[in-house]
């Protein structure tokens, strides 16, 4: 018999993996709603009228296309069919998608939702999206994404709060992150000073192998990219940037004082990085200006953030940014945003690697009670029902089998305690609470095991 299997690019988690993602979750959740976002949904399938075209060709390709249900060849002529153009194909017998990401949806509802909501309006979403891309290390076709948004307002308040968030998500977590943060606008300013707009991408390249391969390479790789020697001349301040966030700003601005765009990129990052690197809202984690920082160039129009991990070797956990017109594909033009997004499946692995879950986290029972027959069971009944309304997570042996295959559950399960009630402790009033770790063994009343357990 074949054994079954899942599509590649996929996974199971089992309850021990489940505990762990429920705890990062549940973390990035709480802290959501600390500052005041609500959480949305949207459904697992859009129209493909919603997803395609906004994610560019490469992304139209990589999306799950469902099709339609019944005959879903009915709209396809032979010549169609014969011609086997699978993007045509594909807009005739199928209507619907599995999507992408969260911020079209997003976008979409906004749109539909218009009327009903509170502007500004914080949103965070909590959900699996899908790729057909080709699955290798890190990288699946079914993913979560925790995205919080803030749309409605431009007031970069909301990037303060945003890092504020970041900052807390890790040191909640134990994680020592260095969160980086750029701006569009002094991209844009470099390239305009210089006049090389369409180089912006291939400058923060080479800029940022300065410490790798030195300054003499990055100034060759830039002659290589097309750039003059004069364009090279006047970027020097700018690969050689160093010293604090202020120094390096007041670097940039000198930089930049003949660009308007440029140098409301400085004012913009300055207002940020006032606050939280001050005693008006101090962050636990280093945040620190760096020009190489370019995610995202087509989408972002402000303030760029990504968040990397100091301890483990591993991508960038978080990432975000200001954008300027997130329902502008769906004819509502205006609305400007500034969002964040926890890459979970990172934060995990990093996670584990650090060996940092909290013990109560992954352990689920907290105690089992051993089943030693009808007698037995009906006497620890009740008090198995008094334990778990105090909070605690209780369960019973469904059988009496041998002691050993019952304990031997308790171990495989990491179960810390188990009660033990035979005709001694019955006739006592009482049950014996062993201590799985320790070994160690009380005789106590029903109304004692619960703080002895907690």
């Not at 990432?319 to 609305?335: A, C, E, K, S, V």
């Amino acid at each position: 018999m074949n054994k079954p299997s899942i599509p590649k690019g996929t996974r199971d988690f089992g309850p021990v993996e489940m505990a762990k993602r429920n705890y990062i979750f549940n973390t990035i959740r709480e802290v959501y709603a600390l500052y005041g976002f609500q959480q949305i949904e949207t459904p697992a399938m859009e129209t493909l009228q919603t997803l395609m075209g906004k994610y560019g060709e490469e992304g139209d390709k990589l999306l799950f296309k469902v099709l339609n249900s019944g005959d879903c060849l009915s709209k396809c002529s032979d010549e169609e069919l014969l011609a086997r153009n699978p993007l045509h194909l594909a807009s005739k017998m199928c209507e619907k998608g599995l999507r992408y990401d969260l911020t079209v949806p997003f976008a979409r509802y906004v749109v539909m939702h218009r009327e009903e909501l509170q502007l500004p309006f914080k949103r965070y979403q909590i959900q699996p999206v899908w790729r057909a891309d080709r699955p290798q290390k890190g990288r699946y076709r079914e993913f979560y994404q925790c995205d919080a948004d803030v749309v409605g307002s431009d007031s970069l308040l909301n990037e303060v709060e945003l890092m504020q968030i970041v900052d807390e998500v890790f040191s909640r977590f134990g994680i020592r992150v260095q969160i980086k943060i750029n701006n569009r606008k002094i991209l844009s300013g470099i390239a305009e000073v210089i006049g090389a707009a369409d180089k912006i991408v291939d400058i923060t390249v080479a800029i940022d192998k300065l410490d790798k391969i030195g300054i003499d390479n990055v100034n060759q790789e830039l002659r290589e990219d097309g750039l003059t020697e004069e364009q090279i001349q006047k970027l020097q301040p700018i690969i050689m940037l160093s010293g604090t966030n202020d120094e390096k700003l007041a670097t940039i601005a000198d930089v930049l004082a003949s660009s308007e765009t440029g140098m409301r990129g400085v004012e913009e990052t300055r207002a940020i990085l006032s606050p939280l690197t001050s005693h008006l809202s101090p962050l636990r984690n280093e945040i620190q200006l760096d020009l190489t920082l370019a995610r995202g160039l087509n989408y972002y129009t402000g303030a760029i953030f990504e968040v990397k991990a100091l301890d483990v070797q591993i991508g960038s956990i978080t990432g975000g940014g200001r954008y300027d017109n997130l329902t502008g594909i769906f004819g509502m033009p205006g609305l400007s945003g500034v969002g964040i997004s926890f890459g979970a499946d990172r934060i995990y692995d990093v996670l584990n690697q650090l060996d940092l879950y909290p013990k109560d986290s992954v352990t689920s029972t907290q105690v089992l009670f051993i089943n030693f027959g009808d007698k037995e069971t009906a006497y620890c009944l009740p008090i198995l029902n008094k334990v778990r309304a105090q909070g605690i997570r209780a369960e019973i042996f469904p059988d009496s089998a041998k002691m050993k295959k019952q304990m031997s559950y308790a171990n495989a399960k990491q179960i810390p305690f188990v009660v033990l009630a035979g005709e001694n402790e019955i006739n006592a009033g009482k049950v014996t609470l062993k201590n799985m770790e320790t070994g160690e063994q009380q005789l106590l009343t029903p109304d004692e095991l619960a703080s002895a357990i907690a």
